[in-house]
């Protein structure tokens, strides 16, 4: 990932996110609260207008946490939907990617992040040779746009 000055600043907002969640107790209501969030940041993301006018420590931020969060919420679903989480996170930073509006440092933060989301399909699909196959082909297809 880029490293900033704001980057320690950013987990330390997405830790205390983390920490006002921890004082809910039911642990429904936390993934609610938690799923609500990441809904509202991938609005954000998807919305170009947005992107295009916020701050690059604000985007970071919201990448940050949105990758954060999304991992959170695959981790401890159910294994068949841990792959829809996965995936959901895949097409929110491949958009950001192809946007001709995105900013070279904020692609590069997304092209990181989308590493960690493939690593992540890498375990679930295992012995599974058609999703290693489709796996690899997205793999290539993100390696050839950074060279573009």
């Not at 919305?47 to 420590?57: G, I, L, R, Y």
């Amino acid at each position: 990932m880029i490293k900033t000055r704001s980057a320690t600043s950013n987990r330390d907002a997405i830790e205390t996110k983390r920490i006002q969640l921890k004082g809910i107790d039911n642990l429904e209501e936390q993934q609610r609260v938690e799923q609500k969030r990441f809904q509202h940041l991938e609005s954000q993301l998807s919305n170009m207008e947005q992107v295009a006018d916020a701050p690059c420590s604000d985007l970071e931020r919201w990448i940050d946490e949105y990758l954060e969060i999304g991992l959170n919420l695959a981790s401890i679903d159910q294994p068949n939907r841990q792959r829809l989480w996965l995936g959901r996170i895949q097409k929110t930073f491949r958009g950001l990617i192809a946007q001709q509006a995105t900013l070279s440092a904020t692609r590069q933060l997304c092209q990181d992040c989308l590493a960690q989301v493939m690593f992540a399909l890498t375990h679930l699909t295992g012995d599974n040779l058609r999703q290693r196959s489709l796996l690899a082909y997205h793999q290539n297809a993100v390696s050839c746009r950074q060279i573009h």
